[in-house]
């Protein structure tokens, strides 16, 4: 089988399964280095053992991230699983890539809200949501009209980090903005209805649901891009939602113009959503549910960013002080 046919079937597999354009690109160039570190051997003539040397030269050798190591590692069980046919071993032995422990960098509130103040327009709402609601940044922008819900002040979140569906709180300070948001929204699909352009892209499971839905306002993104452009699987000519950079950048620039010194990006608004919540009394349960976290171990972080920010502990050079 050429290689071209195999990268063939793990975009088909990829695609059948729903999984993003970016997830497709990040697995088909793993593949592709993987089987070029083996000398261009099919993976078929391949397992455990090859598997294992790869995640141990990418640790070794090339020193990558644990989550770089971890997305080789996923990239290489799917191709073998759904694929090749072939399941590896649950448990390969390999050396794994060092997770240094951090404290996610939190901002305080007036921090947080010295960065707002220095955006406008869409970014700006979109980093208000990021803040008032806890929704990572791909979340936010994968949005649609139908995901807000003015009646019960609450926003849907389709299809979040490990396949899974959530609701968070929609903050009463973005309410109004957000119906404003929706208003720009109507009016642009009916611009683009009238050119002939009215179709967005759905989950391929919503699309054979509602076969007509493509074209319905209620699918539109709530944070639509400037432009239209044609989309890499299906070709459909539609306005996607705003680039993810786009805001990154911004938020990049509001940081540096609020003079605030702190690492601060997109996810430090959320990591900040948590920690407040948690400072101002909301049981961890709770936040874990509006984050979306799989285990409350992974919210549990923050409680120790909380305990660091208020040490018992009194330096000696304070004593007397």
Known sequence: MAKSALLGQMRT?????????RTEQAYT?????FVKFHNLRHP??????EVEEYLNYLADE?????????????????LYKHV?????EEMIDFERANTPKKLPVVLTAEEAQQILAMMDGMAKLIAQLLYGSGLRISECLRLRVLDLDFSYNQIQVRSGKGKKDRITIMPQSCKSKLKQQVERVKKL??????????ETLLP???????????????????????KRAKDPRSGLVHRHHISDSTIQRKVK???QAADISKHATCHTLRHSFATHLLEDGYDIRTVQELLGHKNVNTTMIYTHVIKNKGSVVKSPIDAGV
């Not at 597999?13 to 354009?21: A, G």
């Not at 090749?84 to 590896?88: C, G, K, S, V, Y």
């Open 62 to 78: 090339r020193n990558v991230a644990a989550s770089t190591q971890n997305q080789a590692l996923c990239a290489i069980l799917f």
């Open 253 to 255: 620039k509001a940081v």
């Open 29 to 33: 160039k793993w593949v592709v280095r």
């Open 204 to 226: 391929k499971a919503l699309s054979k649901k509602y076969p007509n839905a493509a074209s319905e306002f209620k699918w539109q993104y709530l944070f639509p891009s400037p």
């Open 44 to 49: 078929k003539k391949m397992g455990e053992q």
């Open 189 to 198: 699909h009916r611009k683009d209805a009238a050119q002939g352009y009215a």
């Open 13 to 21: 597999e990829i695609r059948r399964q729903n999984y993003s354009y």
């Open 84 to 88: 090749l046919d072939q399941p590896l």
